[in-house]
């Protein structure tokens, strides 16, 4: 596989499409600094998936698209392309040429592709897994790069040695594995947890639901004496009901006799007052018309006055026009005698404009003559300056060689001081070597005494790390009995949430009301079951229990018609029963507890209800369940105060003790695993404070565990620091002597350097000389020039006088032009204003001819108006007669319509009386039957008292098992209390039991089932981590041998000689031990990689690089000016290590040396033609350049 071509458009600065065809061997790219041409790795880089935009040379992502430049725009999209033959198929696709697209648009949005696919960047990677190629590779090595391979740490050096061994792609399934078994462990521990639940909830249950079909035994029995009993009460009670009913309609045949008459009565007298309402209307009618007509002859009299007023107005206005017209007169008379007076001026001044425009021509004839003589002038200056400045630039190029001597000499005395100061320089040298040989003593001494305590410290961090460690230990095993208990208390918290959730221990109605009829009209006037709405002091769940009973399941309802449809929706679907409490209807009582606080304050008792916090709204409901309850201390208590209070009252204990209104008393044990709605939801709470306990002790010993943790790391880190110091130090002693030879070599050296400076300065001071003689003849040429320069500046001065006196006689005759023109000017402005000012005249003679014309039209207006004005005061007054006749009409017809009103009023009064009388007769008939009614409620509701426990208890469909046959047993009432006592004996009993301990046990089974699967792939999983662990150990160590005897050998040859080793810190732990670097170049002692010159490192570097490729080439490989830090020797070696190896590699290499350049066999050049915009040249290169 390799890679046939790059194709860049857009990105950084190749704005335009870009394509880079790849022959086989090495291909340089060159270009001046600036030109762009390390954009060409940066593409090859981002192409193949890398992220970090610092490792682009950028800020944020969108720096890569081309920002514009002064001649072009930004463009919106930055696209690389990388086609590679796959012909071998070293990638496993079916593809023979593989091309690999990276989009970025200005927007954010960005976009791969593989063979105009569209890829995720997981795909691009997971392609290019262990070929060398992608991100992380050794593919790219861009500018810092190669030293950096040296400067991380040993553990980071790990990557590229991974990927030449191909174990990523082993790595990624064995991470994948690994957190596939993690979630193994969790659902374990999750079904090992839940299963543990569900052991301990099997026993309880199966007792449970042994209790409930015992107790469904029993209700089966007192159903059948209950129906029989009760439904025989229902049939006595209905007949009497019957005779009540037959009184009762007689008495309402008699009522209704007396209730006709009443409303004949009714209706009379509803006719009278209908009349008396249309006189009313009539009335009004009448009352407002008198109004109007009133305030129509109102209305008369004030336009009357208006007419008059308006009359004068009109009389005062012609006054005042009369006068305006003999005003007029009077102004026409003088605009006249000023129209003469103008018209003899403007004639005058028109005169002197012709005079002066003659004279202002003659004026301006002589100042032409003026301007000739000034050219004249003119010209000859220009001649006389053109020769005076081409000596000024003789001079110039004199004065410059004199200034070039100068220089020169400068320079010359310059380097005889630069030789001096070199020689002081010298000779504090030599005085510091011998210093620094005398110092190497005292820093062998400082050495051995950091050994010294390098070695105690360690000694001191291994105590310290063996306790800490202890520490940890102990740590860690009460943060798992913590982590045990909080899953435990999390299982447990969970089942019962799922109880909650299930409604398990709920009636069979109940729970089909609230899972079932969510989509049901009535739904959403149901407030809850009375467990829900109640909060229960701390303690007292067991109390309030006992006392509610069953009633914890009664459903909250608004109004008892939404109750009558919850019911039917429960008989439709045949969803079983429930009790429901109406808001509106529900009436409950706390009287008769109320008087009795102070002794039960007394006794330390509460009110059932004291112990409650709800929601004002359903106190009713609640006072009606247990509004007569009391709950006391303790059993004794609770028989006390049943007794003072005649047992009256029910009372309850803390224990689920009950004493019965009437003497019962229950109690005795209580099954702690069977839990009531409220205490469950009370250990939901208790086991979530419980659960937040224990987390909060597992947080608090996980964060010291990690402090002693962190403590541990950097006593590590510290410890391996002080094996770096001793390991440098040791490296320091060894270089001493050596450093002390080189001294010894530096001060002959600087003996021979003064011998060579003192022979320059010789040579330097003949040169001094011969410069001296050259400047006498320049002075000489620069004299003579200066004398023919001053007698041209003489010329310039008599030219300048004669043009100065003329240049005065033209401004003496341009002023007086001037003013001319100034007086021309100002006549003419008069002339115009007085134009102007007689045409203002002509303009008010004009005016006021037409003012005259319209004061007679005026005139003859207000005539006419007069007369109309005095017509219409006449036929006014005429109006204001005839209204006043209908006036007195008017007033005769209110008078007849309040006699008949009084008329009505008094019969209706009569008919009122009559009414009353009947009403008194017909309420006593009202009064007896309303008796008859309450009596016909009150067996109404004993019948629907006996049908709705009926009802409650069995269901709507009791009637069916009723047969008036059937024999009852002999007291019946005391049987049905002997089947209730058995039935109370048996305690709460939950029946849902039944089916909850059939699910829990199918679950149980099915869990386990589960448990033994998870089981199952556990061990599958650890045994595909084993495989996996052991193929990448296998290619890691023999690949990492294989490099390490490359690195030896190309080593040896890129430096003639010297040693080089590659070696693993933690040899036992090979998948996460860091990689060590040794070199020690020709002729030098073994030391750090970070005393070696820059030369060194990076030949040591690309000795490491070429190792890599030759075991595990990658397609390309770019090479981005890796040899900048070479001499030419080193850019010779290198050159040839890449003609080496370019037989089976193909090499990009970005670069600025000419040693490089011949190896390529294709050249590329970057140019920037247009500033910003990289160009590409490309240059075939079929024999080597010499």
């Not at 301007?371 to 220009?382: H, I, R, S, V, Y």
């Not at 095993?477 to 969970?494: F, V």
């Not at 109690?667 to 009370?682: A, E, Q, Y």
């Not at 073994?1086 to 070429?1106: D, K, N, P, V």
Request: proline share 2%; glycine share 6%; net charge negative.
């Amino acid at each position: 596989m390799y890679l046939k071509r790059l194709e860049i458009v857009g990105f950084k600065s190749f704005a335009d499409k870009t394509r880079l065809e790849i022959p086989s061997g090495v291909t340089a790219v060159v270009g001046p600094n600036g030109s762009g041409k390390s954009n060409i790795s940066d593409a090859l880089r981002w192409v193949l998936g890398e992220q970090s935009i610092k490792t682009l040379r950028g800020s944020k992502m969108d720096d890569v698209i081309f920002a514009g430049s002064d001649q072009r725009r930004p463009l919106g999209l930055a696209e690389v392309s990388i086609v590679l033959d796959n012909s071998d198929h070293s990638i496993p696709v079916d593809f023979t040429e593989i091309a690999v697209t990276r989009k970025l648009f200005r927007s954010g949005e960005s976009d791969y592709l593989i063979n105009k696919s569209s890829v995720r960047l997981k795909d691009v990677q997971e392609l290019f897994f262990d070929t060398g190629l992608g991100k992380e590779a050794y593919s790219v090595i861009g500018q810092g790069k190669i030293d950096s391979i040296l400067s991380v740490k040993a553990e980071d050096r790990r990557a590229i040695f991974e990927e030449a061994a191909g174990i990523n792609k082993y790595k990624t399934r064995k991470m994948i594995a690994e957190r596939k078994l993690e979630e193994t462990d969790r659902n374990l521990l999750r079904v090992q947890d839940i299963l543990q639940e569900l052991a301990g909830q099997l026993g309880p249950l199966e007792s449970q639901a042994a209790l409930a079909e015992k107790y469904l035994a029993l209700r089966q029995q007192l159903s059948q004496v209950e129906i029989h009993y009760f439904g025989a009460l229902i049939t006595r009670l209905q007949t009497e009901l019957n005779g009540i009913i037959q009184t009762r309609t007689e008495l309402d045949a008699a009522f209704q006799d007396f209730e006709g008459q009443e409303n004949i009565i009714e209706a009379e007298i509803e006719a009278k007052r209908y009349q008396l309402l249309e006189h009313d209307n009539q009335l009004t009618q009448f009352n407002e018309e008198y109004y109007r007509l009133q305030n129509q002859i109102d209305k008369f009299a004030e336009q009357v006055n208006f007419l008059q007023e308006k009359l004068s107005d009109l009389d005062r206005q012609q006054l005042e026009q009369q006068n305006g017209l003999e005003t007029g007169r009077q102004r026409q008379a003088a605009l006249r005698e000023q129209q003469g007076v103008l018209e003899t001026e403007i004639t005058a001044i028109r005169q002197q404009v012709e005079a002066e425009g003659q004279l202002l021509q003659e004026q301006e004839s002589v100042l032409a003559t003026f301007n000739q003589q000034l050219a004249t002038f003119e010209a000859t200056e220009q001649s006389v300056k053109n020769d005076y400045i081409e000596t000024l630039n003789q001079i110039a190029a004199l004065k410059n060689k004199i200034n070039s001597a100068e220089l020169q000499k400068d320079f010359i005395q310059k380097q005889v001081s630069e030789c001096r100061r070199k020689q002081e320089i010298l000779e504090k040298q030599l005085a510091q070597s011998e210093n620094e040989a005398e110092s190497r003593q005292q820093d062998l001494s400082r050495i051995e005494a950091e050994l010294s305590h390098c070695q105690q410290t360690m000694i001191e961090l291994s105590s310290r790390n063996t306790r800490l460690e202890q520490e940890v230990g102990g740590l860690e095993r009460k943060n798992r009995e913590w982590q045990d208990k909080a899953r435990g208390l999390e299982s447990k918290i969970a089942l019962l949430d799922e109880m909650e959730r299930s409604y398990q221990g709920y009636f069979q109605g109940v729970k089909s009301l609230l899972a079932e009829a969510v989509r049901e009209p009535f739904y959403a006037s149901i407030k809850g079951i009375i467990a829900d709405l109640i909060q229960v002091r701390p303690g007292m769940e067991l109390a309030i229990e006992t006392a509610l009973g069953s009633n914890l399941q009664n459903v909250v309802i608004e109004s008892d018609r939404q109750a009558e449809a919850a019911i039917t929706f429960l008989k439709k679907h045949n969803k079983g029963r429930a009790t429901f409490l109406p808001l509106n209807t529900i009436q409950g009582s706390e009287g008769r507890v109320g008087q009795y606080q102070v002794l039960l304050a007394q006794h330390g008792c509460h009110t059932a209800l004291s112990l409650l916090t709800f929601d004002p709204l359903y106190r009713q409901a609640l006072a009606y369940l247990i509004g007569q309850t009391v709950v006391a201390p303790d059993l004794r208590t609770a028989i006390q105060i049943g007794q003072k209070l005649d047992r009256s009252i029910r009372t309850v204990t803390p224990e689920g003790d009950l004493v019965i209104p009437g003497g019962a008393i229950t109690g005795g044990s209580v099954d702690k695993r069977r839990l009531g709605l409220l205490s469950r939801r009370r250990e939901i709470e208790d086991l979530k404070a419980e659960k937040t306990a224990a987390e909060a002790e597992l947080q608090k010993g996980m964060a010291t565990a990690a402090g002693y943790r962190q403590e541990l790391q950097q006593n590590a880190q510290t410890a391996k620091d002080l094996m770096r110091q001793e390991n440098e130090a040791k490296i320091q002693k060894a270089t001493v002597a050596k450093e002390l030879s080189n001294l010894q070599l530096a001060i002959e050296k600087t003996h021979q350097e003064q011998r060579l400076h003192a022979e320059q300065l010789q040579e330097l001071a003949g040169q001094c000389d011969q410069f001296e003689l050259g400047q006498g003849e320049l002075a000489q040429s620069m004299a003579e020039k200066e004398q023919a320069l001053r007698e041209l500046e003489h010329q310039l001065s008599e030219l300048a006088g004669q043009m100065k006196a003329a240049k005065e006689q033209k401004e003496a005759l341009i002023q007086g032009i001037g003013e001319l023109r100034s007086s021309l000017s100002a006549k003419r402005q008069a002339e115009q204003g007085k134009n102007a000012l007689k045409g203002q005249l002509d303009k008010q003679l004009a005016e006021l001819l037409a003012f005259f014309a319209e004061l007679d039209n005026k005139l003859a207006q207000f005539d006419a108006e007069r007369l109309k004005i005095r017509e219409t005061i006449a036929a006014t007054e005429t109006k204001t007669a005839a209204i006043k006749e209908q006036l007195q009409t008017q007033e005769s017809l209110i008078e007849r319509n309040k006699h008949e009103r009084a008329t009505i009023s008094q019969a209706i009064k009569e008919l009122e009386t009559k009414q009353r009388s009947l009403r008194r007769k017909s309420n006593e008939f009202q009064n007896q039957l309303h008796r008859l009614e309450l009596q016909a409620n009150q067996k109404q509701m004993e019948i629907e008292n006996f049908e709705r426990n009926l009802d409650e208890d069995y269901g709507s469909d009791w009637s069916t098992q009723y047969d008036p046959a059937w024999e009852l047993p002999e007291e019946p009432e005391r049987r049905i209390e002997e089947y209730k006592s058995q039935l109370r004996d048996l305690g709460t009993v939950n029946i849902a039991a039944i089916e909850d301990f059939r699910q829990v046990k199918e679950r149980f089974e099915f869990l386990t089932d589960q448990s033994q699967d998870l089981t199952k792939a556990k061990e599958s999983l650890l045994k595909v981590i084993y495989e996996i662990e052991r193929t990448i150990i296998k290619k890691f160590n023999e690949t990492f041998a294989t490099i390490r005897d490359q690195f030896r050998q190309i080593f040896g040859e890129l430096f003639a000689g010297g040693n080089a080793d590659l070696y693993l810190l933690e040899p036992d732990s090979p998948l996460e031990s860091g990689i060590e670097i040794i070199a020690q170049p020709p002729g030098k002692k073994l030391q750090s990689l970070s005393l070696l010159s820059g030369g060194e490192r990076a030949m040591t570097a690309i000795s490491l690089l070429f190792a890599i490729l030759a075991v595990k080439p990658s397609p390309f490989c770019v090479l981005d000016e890796i040899d900048a830090t070479l001499d030419e020797v080193n850019v010779e070696r290198f050159s040839h290590l890449l003609e080496m190896f370019s037989h089976r590699l193909q090499f990009i290499v970005i670069t600025h040396r000419r040693g490089t350049m011949e190896a390529a066999t294709a050249l590329y050049g970057v140019t920037m033609e247009e500033m910003g915009v990289s160009k590409l040249i490309s240059l075939d290169l079929n024999e080597k350049v010499g």
